[in-house]
């Protein structure tokens, strides 16, 4: 065929081309508006229930500000309150002033917020001589376009916006210090203080005895620190913070999960909220703060979210012992603690651990402030 009825025919099949183009990409928009419009109908109660869910350190800071959010302030502006009580608690040896140590014996903190609402987050990481890192976390995440400033850098910051210099070391958390550089090994030229004998320690007073035992305690068992608290306010909006001085005598420099968005901490509008206390290489490995969040999507409830993300780590555990033996025993548990705290937009809170025994810490309607037990994935 050739001349006009081939271009008639040739412009004939182009028309059609285009129309179902066109058809196709209305449907195809159609579906994306319908798909759309799915996701952004997750359930929202108008009027939700006001619940604190957190570490069992919140319980303090929930006292003092669970009316609040009952009241229908800002659940972000809650949490942070809720999680300052420790961070200026000179006996609180986990956050803030009073906080253990890196092993050169300086106070390192980590911290982040984040806010459901607007899916903004603030953190930041290694920072010395400041009061309260979870404010200087919201200021990144509302003053700057990042999501984390780290090390001098963060400090500079916070003195810009207006914190004191301050010196988070105490003279008691400088003897626990002392104490475990005196006693860490029998191969350097440390020695332990002089009159350690049972006669001298009997005529000690009990403050110094007190103390003692307590350095006794921590070196025991090594500290990983950590205060998380989520929020969900009447109007149905949540939002998280996470604040530490991290795992006792770390490497300096050394961070854990508290400012990572994903794994000491995770929120969303159109879910709930989750943190992380314990190992917090295990939470970051994980991701298990977004984990538990994205298992509520799916229509877990807060335990079996929280379930599920001890069960990865548990898997994860297992697969990592072959090159840095002691992470699990010899019944494939691990050796070290996790715990999550996650909270549906409904106002249901789960808080779990990876090893048996413990507690958390919840604010709700039903019972004002109060500490739970955690729920455990491995008895022991």
């Known amino acids: 065929m050739s001349g006009p009825s081939r271009e008639l025919d040739r412009r004939h099949f182009m028309g059609l081309s285009a129309s179902a183009a ?56 809650v949490a942070i309150d809720v999680v300052k009580v420790v961070e200026a608690d000179p006996d609180d040896r986990s956050v803030g002033l009073g906080g253990l140590p890196n092993e050169d014996g300086v106070v390192q903190l980590d911290a982040a917020v984040m806010d459901g609402a607007t899916h903004n ?35 500079e910051f916070a003195r810009a916006h207006g914190h004191q210099h301050v010196e988070l070391l105490t003279p008691p958390t400088r003897e626990i210090w002392l104490r475990w550089k005196e006693t860490m090994s029998d191969r350097d030229d440390r020695l332990p203080p002089r009159g350690s004998s049972k006669k001298k320690q009997a005529s000690r007073s009990r403050e110094e005895a007190e103390l003692l035992a307590e350095a006794d305690a921590i070196l025991r068992d090594r500290p990983t620190g950590t205060i998380h608290c989520s929020a969900l306010s009447t109007a149905g909006k949540v939002a998280c913070t996470t604040t530490t001085s991290g795992l006792a005598w770390k490497i300096p420099g050394r961070v854990g999960d508290s400012p990572a968005v994903g794994a000491g901490l995770y929120c969303d509008a159109e879910v709930g909220s989750a943190g992380a206390t314990g190992r917090g290489e295990a939470a970051i490995l994980s991701g298990g703060s977004h984990a538990a969040i994205e298992l509520l999507r799916g229509g877990a409830s807060p335990l079996d979210a929280g379930m599920e993300v001890l069960r990865r780590v548990t898997r994860q555990a297992r697969r990592a012992a072959a090159w840095q033996p002691g992470l699990v025993d010899g019944a494939g548990v691990p050796t070290f603690g996790l715990n999550f705290y996650v909270l549906g937009l409904d106002g249901a809170i789960a808080g779990v651990t990876l090893r048996g025994g413990g507690e958390f810490a919840v604010a709700d309607p039903d019972g004002g402030p109060r500490i739970e037990p955690l729920v455990a994935l491995h008895e022991t």
């Open 22 to 77: 066109a058809l196709a990409c209305t449907s195809t928009a159609g579906r994306a508006e319908e798909a759309t419009a799915t996701i952004s109908a997750a359930p929202r109660p108008s009027r939700a229930p006001a619940v604190l869910v957190g570490s069992r350190n919140c319980l303090a800071g929930m006292k003092a500000n669970y009316p609040r959010l009952v009241a229908g302030e800002a659940p972000l502006d």
């Open 121 to 155: 987050s603030g953190a930041v990481a290694a920072i010395e001589n400041i009061l309260h890192p979870s404010e200087v976390a919201r200021l990144v995440m509302e003053r700057t376009d990042h999501c984390m400033i780290v090390g001098r850098g963060a400090y």
